[in-house]
């Protein structure tokens, strides 16, 4: 069974830093893509953060560039987005999910997900 697990949501003033985590099951770690996607009330989920498989290919949203880092542990099957400069507007749950076949980083395009996470940040 296909599992995946965010933890490290929280809440933060404006400038603070989280550190989420994201730990996969069930399927071959190093074949697929791992993406973060976040979701605010009344918006469309958008994708955060998505890397490949082989870690080539690499995704930030403008609105994160310089302020967020994806990066993987594969010996513990586990993808942290370390977020730092936080701001209001990135208030929202965060997904974690993975995809075989990894084309770019939309949400329509990954199949398994996480349950998400709260991340609230405050001015």
């Known amino acids: 069974e296909v599992q995946l697990v965010e933890s490290g949501g929280g809440s933060v003033q404006a400038g603070g830093s989280l550190r989420l985590s994201c730990a996969v099951s069930?399927?071959?770690?190093?074949?697929?893509?791992i993406g973060w996607f976040r979701q605010a009330p009344g918006k469309e989920r958008e994708g955060v953060s998505c890397?490949?498989?082989?870690?080539?290919?690499?995704y930030y949203a403008d609105s994160v560039k310089g302020r967020f880092t994806i990066s993987s542990d594969n010996a513990k099957n586990t993808v942290f987005l370390q977020m730092n400069s936080l701001k209001p507007e990135d208030t929202a749950v965060y997904y974690c999910?993975?995809?075989?076949?990894?084309?770019?980083?939309?949400?329509?395009?990954?199949?398994?997900w996480g349950q998400g996470t709260q991340v609230t940040v405050s001015s």
């Open positions: 999910a993975a995809v075989f076949k990894y084309y770019y980083c939309s949400s329509y395009l990954f199949g398994s």
């Open positions: 069930g399927f071959a770690f190093d074949d697929y893509a």
């Open positions: 890397v490949s498989s082989s870690g080539e290919s690499l």
